[in-house]
Structure formats: structure tokens, C-alpha cells
């Protein structure tokens, strides 16, 4: 509501699709997408006159060979996973950068593999599907760590917000590890 960006952390490449789906469909529903999700007014033109950021990656949106990058750029939304091809994974980490859009649904090898701030971080879950063991286990603290540590970046904004969607019985277990970590030293 106060215009910032958000980064929404899901554990599937599906997953980024789904809630950039269901966030657009519930903003359009309570009649917020516009005020909310789009970088700028009806014609997306810059609050000067000139071309907003929106505006300036349509052609390159429309070249993707992603059709979900596209579905979703007009919801002012953007989506990152491994499975996308590079050049439209690149694509949304520069419209994210540069504020063509204000929401990018992903998963966390964007935490640990792109240096790419937002204000605020929402973590939507915590199980996550182990295929070595086979089961569904719990997202490590360390990932936790590294996805919250996307908001806030104080070379680029003076405050952040992290939120972590969980079960009543991980938040117990999630408040302990991050209240009660460690601090860890190196010594070479």
C-alpha cells in the first residue's frame, strides 16, 4: 500500500506462476491492481511526461518466449525461477531493478545467486519438498536468513520489512532460531 516493492519467495518454479496468479486475481477482485500492483496510471507514462520504466520494457517483454513473463508484466508483476531461460530470467531481475514492476514471485536461488534488493521479503511457507529424502521438510534457517536478508539493503533503502509465512508449529521453531542465533566467526 505505501508503493514499495516486494520480493514473494514460493519453493516451486510452479509456484512463482501460481501466486503471481492469485495475487493478481484477488487484487482485481477487491479492485486494487491498479493502485497497488501497476508502476503507473492507465497509460503507464512516467509521472514526468516522459516513459516510465513500465513502458520502456514492453518490447522487450513482448520478444519473451516466456508467455507467463508477459501474462504477468501487465499485473505489474514478474516472475524468476531456474527453469526460465536465462535471458528472461535476466529480463525480470533488470524490471525489478529498475521499478517497471513492483512485485517479483520467486524462488530462493534468487536470495543466494543475484544481488537484487526490495524493500520487503515474504517467505510463503516453510515446507519444502526434499527429493533426496523424499518427504517434505522444513526450509532452513539459513535460507530464511538469506531471502530476508533481500529486504532493506541499507545501500538502498533505509528500513525493510521481512514476513514468513508458516505453520503455528514452525513459528515457535523459527522465532527461536532467529532470536537465538549464534554468531558465527571465520578465522583463516
Not at 49 to 72: A, D, F, L, Q, W
Not at 153 to 168: M, N, V, Y
Request: proline share 4%.
Amino acid at each position: 500500500r505505501r508503493g514499495y516493492q516486494v520480493m514473494v519467495f514460493v519453493h516451486s518454479r510452479r509456484g512463482t506462476s501460481d501466486t503471481a496468479s492469485a495475487l493478481a486475481e484477488l487484487a482485481t477482485e477487491f479492485n486494487t491492481l491498479e493502485r497497488y500492483f501497476l508502476t503507473s496510471g492507465p497509460n503507464r507514462e512516467g509521472t514526468d511526461g516522459g516513459t516510465s520504466p513500465y513502458s520502456r520494457y514492453v518490447p522487450r517483454v513482448s520478444k519473451s518466449r516466456n508467455n507467463e513473463v508477459s501474462k504477468h508484466f501487465t499485473n505489474g508483476m514478474g516472475i524468476h525461477h531456474a527453469g526460465m531461460l536465462r535471458p528472461d530470467r535476466k529480463l525480470s531481475e533488470q524490471m525489478f531493478a529498475d521499478g517497471a514492476i513492483k512485485v517479483l514471485c520467486c524462488t530462493a536461488t534468487l536470495a543466494w545467486g543475484v544481488n537484487l534488493p526490495a524493500h520487503s521479503v515474504v517467505i510463503k511457507g516453510t515446507d519444502v519438498y526434499n527429493s533426496e529424502k523424499g518427504k517434505v521438510i522444513d526450509l532452513s534457517i539459513l535460507d530464511v536468513m538469506q531471502i530476508f536478508g533481500r529486504a532493506g539493503r541499507p545501500q538502498f533503502d533505509t528500513s525493510g520489512e521481512a514476513t514468513l509465512i508458516t505453520s503455528h508449529d514452525g513459528l515457535s521453531r523459527y522465532l527461536d532460531k532467529l532470536v537465538r542465533e549464534v554468531p558465527i566467526e571465520s578465522n583463516f
